[in-house]
């Protein structure tokens, strides 16, 4: 039955709920003293974007393709590839910015990586006193390594280790097969003639 300030009394019993129970359940708590308190953020929760590298930031997981920087809506990622000294590509990058001052959190970078390279993070104290570029993310800044994201994100790290190692095996296991049947093929062809003049 609809009468005038029903929408309004529900409104203030979950209000009266809360107030009790937060005295018996600190999960109806919903005011923290920050910064002394800190809310543990879920999972799945995203803020900015960072990089992924396995054993040593010189080897991060991005190649440096770009495909991030193309497909970021509001075109907030920079990258420079990084070359050697004769001008090759080295599938790194040289240069990798973040403004996060224009990021919107869509996490599209993260979808269209076909590396794994690059993650959503769960760190949401990134304020700064300083104005402009201070919100600039650097690549120092965001290269993290794996353990970090198994961290933050265990469920979703694990998922992305046990896939990257599956990728791995089945190139390896591709590869020794190719070099197997280049083995046989070399076995199987005849020995060369005999060259030179018979006296
Ligand atoms: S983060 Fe991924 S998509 Fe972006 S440049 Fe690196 S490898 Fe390419
Ligand atoms: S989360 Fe979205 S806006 Fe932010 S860098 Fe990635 S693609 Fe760009």
Redesign the pocket.
């Known amino acids: 039955m609809n009468y005038p300030g029903k929408g309004l009394m529900e409104g203030l019993a979950v209000t009266a709920r809360n107030f009790v129970g937060s005295y018996f359940y600190k999960d109806r708590l919903t005011t923290v003293q920050y910064p002394e308190e800190r809310v543990q953020t879920p999972e799945n929760s ?1 803020t ?2 960072f990089l992924v590298f396995e054993d040593s930031p010189d080897k991060p997981r991005c190649t440096a393709c770009k495909i ?1 920087e193309t ?7 920079y990258i420079v590839m990084d070359r050697d000294d004769k001008g090759k590509p080295m599938q790194r990058p040289k240069v990798f910015d ?3 001052s ?11 990586c076909p590396f794994d390279a ?1 993650k ?1 993070d769960n760190d949401y104290e990134k304020s700064k006193y300083e104005r402009f570029d201070a919100l600039v993310e650097r690549l120092p800044d965001l290269l993290k390594p794996n353990e970090y994201y198994r961290k933050v994100k265990p469920t979703e790290a694990s998922e992305v280790d046990a896939r990257l190692k599956a990728e791995a095996e089945a190139k390896a296991a591709k590869k020794a097969a190719a070099a197997a049947a280049a083995a046989a093929k070399a076995a199987a062809q005849p020995p060369p003639a005999p060259t030179g003049t018979v006296t």
């Open positions: 995203r900015f974007p991030c497909e970021c809506p509001p075109k907030c990622i973040i403004d996060i224009v990021c919107m959190q869509c996490q599209i970078c993260v979808e269209v690059i959503m």
